[in-house]
Structure formats: structure tokens, C-alpha cells
């Protein structure tokens, strides 16, 4: 039933690693392909020759077999002293360095074939009316989905627990705001569907599986916004990839461990060995 389901591993769990290293590493083990943190020690989108290293890093994944997806959430590739900032919701003059990173990152997905960019809102300054930061969101947005739509790539929109945008229901009222755009798709991360929902994680997904274009994937508990090895949270993983063979979702399904890089060969291991039974298991999890 979900035989078709690929799965891939973020870098930014492999951050001890250099990026050729935690290729190999990963395409040895098996997986399908790579969730690409543009960051400072992997493919920086702001040091030098960035179209050359691109393309190097290009005919890497392709020797190697491996898809990728490109992530933009590296904590501090724009500010060395403020951890995902600016946003898009910051004020304009600062907020065109987030829009600049992001429409780097549609064109190194381009260069590398990548099957999507996944972004989130960030959070909002203090004291920002709502009204005023849905506007500048969308604001932010527009230039990137016009340079995503230029070069063909898919945007994946990530709700993030503890930023302005947290849910499937404020990804929507995004979209909405921008006329429901063909490219802007969403990320969703399975971990947080069991962080910030009461339904169950099935559901989640069900609710995601029109807008789909990438996944990230890692045990969580409910109310607590931890990155867990599977086995080490509370969801129930077999459901949950038959709830994404159900909606007819075929892109990548990331492992997302950022903090588990001290032993990410390791958990990379166990990780794929983990999915591969629920793959297994999710032929009968209907």
C-alpha cells in the first residue's frame, strides 16, 4: 500500500559531517535522498561561487542516487546572533534578507533538480498587530512564489510550533490571502501534528494531503516541541504512512533530527531500519 514512499534524511542532522561525508553516509545506508539545509558548513547560499558549488553538489546526489528537497532553516545563516532572523515579518528593510535567501534557495533547487523548497513564517515581532503581520507575510511571500514559479519549483510552506504561522489552519488562511497560488504547497511535519493536535495523526495528514509536497518525519509527544528518535515519542508510525500512500503522496518523507548530529550515522541507521518496518506494517494499518 505504501511501498512507494521514499525516504530521506535532513543534513542538519549531520552537521559534524562534511556535506560529501554525510552524502555517502547516507546513500550507503540506503536512503532515497537528502533534506538540504542551506547553512554555513553545507552549500552556505552566501559564500562565494555558489552556482559552481552548486552544481558540484548536483553531480554529487546524482552519483550517489539521491533526491533532494532543499531547507531553508538553518539558525543562523542571516544573523550570527539571532536564531532565525530576520523573518518575513519583520519590518521591510530587514525582511528583503529573508526573501533574498529564499529566492537564492528556488535556484539552487533548480540547479540540483530538487523536488521542493520548504520555508515557515518565522516569528513576529513583538507588539505587531495580527492584521499588520498577515500582510507582511504575504508581502514576503509574493516575490519568492514568483521566482519559484519562474524555475518550475515546487515551495512547501511549513507550519512550525511557536511561530506566527503554526498549524494546517493558518497555512490555509495564508494560501487563502494569496489566492490560493498552484505552486505554494505546504511541509508538514509529522511531529507536530501529535506537538499541536488533539485529532489523531492520520487526520493530519488526511487534512495536509491536498497540499503536499514534502514531509518531514520524527517522533514527538503531545504539547512538547522535541525532535525524538522513533520509538522515543508517542505516535503510532505505521497509520500515519498509510494515511500518506492514501493521499497519494509520493514526494520524500525526511527524517528531521537536527540535534541528534553527535551520533547521526548512528541514528541515520536506526532511523531507515525503523521506517522500513512501518512501511511493512502500514499495509495493514487501513
Not at 89 to 114: I, K, Q
Not at 153 to 163: I, K, Q
Not at 221 to 239: N, S, T
Request: glycine share 10%; net charge negative.
Amino acid at each position: 500500500m505504501s511501498g512507494g514512499l521514499r525516504f530521506a534524511y535532513g543534513t542538519n542532522g549531520f552537521a559534524n559531517h562534511r556535506l560529501d561525508d554525510a552524502l555517502a553516509v547516507l546513500a550507503d545506508l540506503g536512503y532515497d535522498g537528502v533534506a538540504l539545509t542551506l547553512d554555513a558548513g553545507h552549500l552556505d547560499p552566501y559564500a562565494p561561487d555558489l552556482a559552481r558549488r552548486t552544481r558540484r553538489v548536483a553531480a554529487r546526489l546524482d552519483a550517489l542516487g539521491l533526491r533532494a528537497v532543499v531547507e531553508t532553516g538553518g539558525r543562523y545563516v542571516l544573523d550570527p546572533r539571532r536564531k532565525h532572523r530576520p523573518t518575513l515579518l519583520d519590518p521591510p528593510e530587514e525582511a528583503a534578507r529573508r526573501v533574498d535567501l529564499l529566492v537564492r534557495a528556488v535556484r539552487v533547487a533548480s540547479d540540483l533538480g530538487a523536488e521542493a523548497v520548504s520555508f515557515w513564517s518565522g516569528t513576529a515581532p513583538e507588539g505587531l498587530p495580527e492584521r499588520a503581520a498577515w500582510d507582511r507575510l504575504a508581502k514576503g511571500v509574493e516575490p519568492v512564489l514568483a521566482e519559484a514559479e519562474r524555475y518550475g519549483t515546487p515551495l512547501g510552506f511549513e507550519p512550525e510550533p511557536g511561530m506566527f504561522v503554526r498549524d494546517i489552519a493558518g497555512f490555509e488562511r495564508l494560501r487563502a490571502l494569496l489566492g490560493e497560488p498552484a505552486g505554494l504547497g505546504m511541509t508538514l511535519d509529522v511531529g507536530h501534528c501529535r506537538c499541536l493536535k488533539p485529532e489523531p495523526v492520520p487526520d493530519c495528514v488526511r487534512r495536509a494531503g491536498p497540499y503536499l509536497v514534502n514531509v518531514q518525519i520524527e517522533d514527538m509527544r503531545r504539547g512538547v516541541h522535541e525532535h525524538l528518535e522513533f520509538g522515543e515519542g508517542e505516535i503510532d508510525f505505521p497509520p500515519v504512512l498509510a494515511a500518506l500512500a492514501e493521499v497519494g503522496y509520493r514526494g520524500l518523507v525526511g527524517v528531521e533530527l537536527p540535534r541528534h548530529g553527535h551520533a547521526a550515522p548512528a541514528v541515520a541507521e536506526r532511523s531507515l531500519a525503523f521506517l522500513r518496518r512501518a512501511r511493512k506494517e502500514s499495509a495493514h494499518a487501513v
